[in-house]
Nanobody, 120 residues
Framework: VQLQASGGGSVQAGESLTLSCTVS????????MAWYRQASGKQREMVAS???????TYADLVKGRFTISRDSADRTVYLQMSSLQSEDTAVYLC???????????????WGQGTQVTVSS
């Protein structure tokens, strides 16, 4: 099982970006998917999560600016980011709770991260 994130880049403050993360490999079930970020010299923090029932959770700093969504058929989670600020500069990592096989339990899987740089 692998998670592949894409969509990062360098933008100006106020602009938008959309990140995507796709699960590949054999999976029996995919549960909650989430985006985290880690800025240089700081701890990793949860940005947003979305359950299989489409219940969404957002960090206070991104509420109203970021939107998380998922496409179960494509096994992809998206993060639409608008009104980006320099404080949003970080490596963004996707995360998913996955049950690889019917006979195995749930595990936490991480993507490789994609860099988002916002210039003011």
């Amino acid at each position: 099982v692998q998670l592949q994130a894409s969509g990062g880049g360098s933008v100006q403050a106020g602009e938008s970006l959309t990140l995507s993360c796709t699960v590949s490999g054999n999976t029996f079930e995919i549960g909650t998917m989430a985006w985290y970020r880690q800025a240089s010299g700081k701890q990793r923090e949860m940005v947003a999560s979305i359950s299989t029932g489409l219940s969404r959770t957002y960090a206070d700093l991104v509420k109203g600016r970021f939107t998380i969504s998922r496409d179960s058929a494509d096994r992809t989670v998206y993060l639409q980011m608008s009104s980006l600020q320099s404080e949003d500069t970080a490596v963004y990592l996707c995360n998913a709770q996955i049950r690889p096989q019917r006979t195995r339990g749930w595990g936490t899987y991480w993507g490789q991260g994609t860099q988002v740089t916002v210039s003011s």
